[in-house]
């Protein structure tokens, strides 16, 4: 019994960054880290779930709601608050998540796509959890030792640079610029360093 609720145990997880998964085309990694901890590891996710999560995370609003802003609008119309996430399975390197909702003095349990549910979660400021026994699986210790930047903030500052600069780069140069904006979680520009990989790729 005891081993079971060590494996049970809920560990929380901090959004690290989003990385474009050049292998398979349209996805990204989510990268998850634990809060209190050194082990993170990645969920692949779809482009829109990626640019969802990135909008909010960044404080971007688009013109129109999103599907999950619809959602967290929905949730807020009805007096229902999102208070967890939880990611408590892995099948075949698929993760299963589910919704923890509160309303009133009812709680709801809801499954749902890892992507989604995190897009949501940034939404409603909700913390997001793990299953213990999963980490255990997937997590990769990371190194605490900050690393040297890839370029001189003084000298670079890539947030202004235009497409047309941007193509004017080579791989090499815009996967850095891509590895520093994930390490500064600027979502965002990672999404634009993305397109200009892709757009130089396809020449």
Same mark, same amino acid.
């Given at each position: ?95 299963? +998540?589910?919704?923890? =909702? !509160?309303? &009133?003095?009812?709680?709801? $349990?809801?499954?749902?796509?890892? @992507?989604?549910?995190? *897009? ?5 400021? +909700?913390?997001?959890? =793990? !299953?213990? &026994?999963?980490?255990?699986? $997937?997590?990769?210790?990371?190194? @605490?030792?900050?690393? *040297? ?55």
């Amino acid at each position: 019994q005891k081993k079971r609720t060590t494996m049970d145990a809920e560990i929380k997880l901090t959004i690290t960054g989003l990385v474009y998964n050049q292998t398979v085309v349209g996805t990204y990694g989510l990268v998850l880290s634990e809060t209190e901890g050194n082990r993170r590891f990645s969920v692949m996710i779809g482009e829109p779930e990626a640019q969802s999560i990135a909008l909010k995370l960044n404080g971007k609003k688009p013109p129109r709601p999103l599907t999950h802003d619809l959602i967290f609008n929905l949730l807020n119309l009805y007096g229902s608050k999102l208070e967890k996430v939880l990611i408590y399975n892995m099948v075949n390197d698929v993760f299963y +998540s589910e919704l923890h =909702i !509160k309303n &009133g003095e009812n709680s709801f $349990v809801l499954d749902a796509r890892t @992507s989604d549910a995190v *897009a949501l979660a940034v939404r409603s400021d +909700s913390p997001i959890y =793990i !299953k213990s &026994g999963i980490i255990d699986i $997937v997590g990769t210790v990371i190194d @605490s030792e900050p690393e *040297a930047d890839v370029f001189d903030k003084d000298e670079v500052d890539a947030e202004e640079l235009t497409n047309d600069e941007l193509d004017l780069l080579s791989l090499e140069d815009l996967n850095e610029i891509l590895n520093m904006a994930v390490k500064e979680e600027k979502y965002e520009l990672a999404v634009n360093i993305r397109d200009a990989i892709k757009r130089k790729e396809e020449k």
